[in-house]
């Protein structure tokens, strides 16, 4: 049985960024209704419900075909949720690791971000913004609906949801605002954790 992670603070944690209310929408009602419809997807097959999210998303050509689009759609709302929830924190100081790989890579921190928000920005109707690791580099990408990176061999560190549900309440069709408030709650040191990991 899949299950919703606890979360580690409060629905009003990132206010104004993100408000209250988002928070508790998104979390009780879009992120549960993942956990609950892949729970009922893998019902017909035990052999699978001991598996961990990333482990099915990672290698869905070996799940069944009748069930696979289902776990690619809620598997993936679970385990992109769960992440999502990770990286975010207030007053996180960009440092370690992960700051001397954005510098290198993308030449600054301001190059980067304008980057991540160009392509968050661009991703048409709904979908993920994402910094993965491939091949020991950073990339930004983004993804459409609930697909993960790690179906297509990359690995995750920072992710945005850009589905309208994430951000609509407070900022309606500004997708650009929601962005940049986004930058100011990022939990640098779990992105550090996780690139370090990665690579
Ligand atoms: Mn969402």
Do not use: C
Request: proline share 4%; aromatic share 12%.
């Amino acid at each position: 049985m899949h299950t919703l992670p606890k979360l580690k603070y409060s629905y009003d944690a990132f206010e104004p960024s993100i408000d209250a209310d988002t928070m508790e929408i998104h979390y009780t009602k879009h992120h549960q209704g993942y956990v609950n419809k892949l729970n009922i997807s893998l019902e017909e097959y035990p052999n699978l419900q001991d598996k961990s999210v990333e482990d099915l998303l990672k290698n869905l050509s070996e799940v069944p075909q009748d069930i696979r689009i289902a776990v690619k759609n809620n598997g993936g709302g679970v385990a992109n949720h769960n992440l999502f929830w990770e990286i975010l924190a207030k007053d996180k100081e960009f440092s370690g690791e992960i700051k001397k790989a954005i510098e290198s890579e993308f030449s600054s921190f301001e190059k980067f971000k304008e980057e991540f928000i160009k392509v968050a920005t661009a991703q048409f109707g709904s979908g993920w913004a994402w910094l993965v690791v491939h091949n020991n580099k950073l990339e930004i990408i983004s993804t459409s609906n609930q697909d993960s990176p790690l179906s297509i061999g990359k690995t995750p560190i920072l992710t945005l949801d850009v589905w309208e549900h994430a951000y609509y309440l407070k900022y309606q069709n500004k997708r650009p605002d929601y962005i940049e408030a986004f930058f100011s709650i990022i939990n640098w040191d779990k992105v550090n954790e996780l690139y370090l990991k990665g690579r």
